[in-house]
């Protein structure tokens, strides 16, 4: 690998799997990898980044990729699939099925979000009588929104996952598990894009330095520890731990075919019920 002597101005979440991922490469620990110029910024911020053309390389909402990669390739290592870690539907009551959502208020945090289209899609499947006010709000508002009674129900990611009871909270549905068993394929969540202006010689180089910086981070482990809790938000360092083995897997060193697969089926289905645009027939091709 060969580096380029301007940094690439790059633009990831703080969240561990991400600072994980990206830390060995961050601070100079790649051989030949282009230096970087980081930028943190919840993904809801860096999807309207990467709308607007802004940065080289971007963590993105797979929901995305049909509005951005007509100038955005989507690398094929660095994000965020896998199996057991969809978003979660919560309500403060314990209930079950979908019926209890229809006319109610449901808070999410972004429609322009991976979790949004997993939702909507198992809405399609299962709430006959539709949904009925979305509402978008921060991330960390949603859970006291839920348990305060001001919405109905609540769409959670991330570390949610393992919090949700410390707010009283019950989960209704777990949309992960209901893609997997309608789809068999694992849950595509984050991607990670890069400029196409930058050439195919240099998105190559991006994929192999992303590969080279995961395998960096499981090498080493504790290499990565102070920066993934300095940027972790006061999060507890075990759930941490258990963010970052959740949400980085064999699928963040390589997509693979059941990886583009999962991506593909995401796109296709939720194109079918008007969620996003139809992706091109190359659209997915890398470089």
């Not at 990831?12 to 490469?25: G, L």
């Not at 997993?118 to 508002?141: C, N, Q, S, Y």
């Not at 330095?209 to 290499?223: F, G, K, L, Q, T």
Request: net charge negative.
């Amino acid at each position: 690998m060969t580096a380029s002597s301007e940094p690439l101005r790059i633009a990831y979440s703080p969240c561990p799997n991400d600072t994980f991922v990206f830390e060995a490469w961050a601070h100079g620990r790649v051989p030949g990898a282009p230096a970087l110029d980081v930028t943190f910024a919840d993904i809801d911020i860096t999807n309207g980044m990467a709308e607007r053309g802004e940065f080289d390389v971007l963590k993105v909402s797979y929901a995305v990729l049909p509005y951005v990669l007509d100038d955005y390739a989507l690398l094929p290592c660095g994000g965020a699939l896998g199996r057991g870690c969809g978003p979660l539907v919560l309500t403060r009551e314990p209930t079950t099925g979908g019926t209890g959502l229809v006319g109610g208020t449901i808070a999410v945090p972004s429609e322009r979000s991976t979790a949004y289209l997993l939702f909507r899609l198992w809405a399609a499947d299962t709430v006959p009588g539709g949904v009925g006010e979305i509402v978008v709000m921060p991330f960390h508002e949603i859970m006291p929104a839920v348990r305060d009674g001001k919405v109905d129900a609540g769409l959670v990611i991330h570390e949610a996952r393992f919090t949700y009871q410390n707010y009283g909270l019950h989960k209704l549905a777990d949309m992960g598990e209901h893609w997997e068993r309608t789809t068999g394929l694992p849950i595509p969540l984050g991607a990670i894009i890069a400029k196409r202006s930058l050439g195919a010689d240099t998105l190559e180089l991006l994929a192999e330095s992303a590969r080279a910086s995961v395998r960096a981070a499981w090498d080493d482990p504790e290499a990565s520890r102070p920066y993934v809790m300095e940027h972790a938000q006061e999060m507890d360092p075990a759930v941490a731990d258990q963010h970052i083995g959740l949400y980085v897997n064999e699928f963040t060193a390589d997509l693979g075919e059941d990886g583009y697969a999962a991506v593909r089926g995401l796109l296709t289905r939720a194109a079918a019920e008007g969620l996003v645009p139809p992706l091109g027939p190359n659209a997915l091709a890398f470089p």
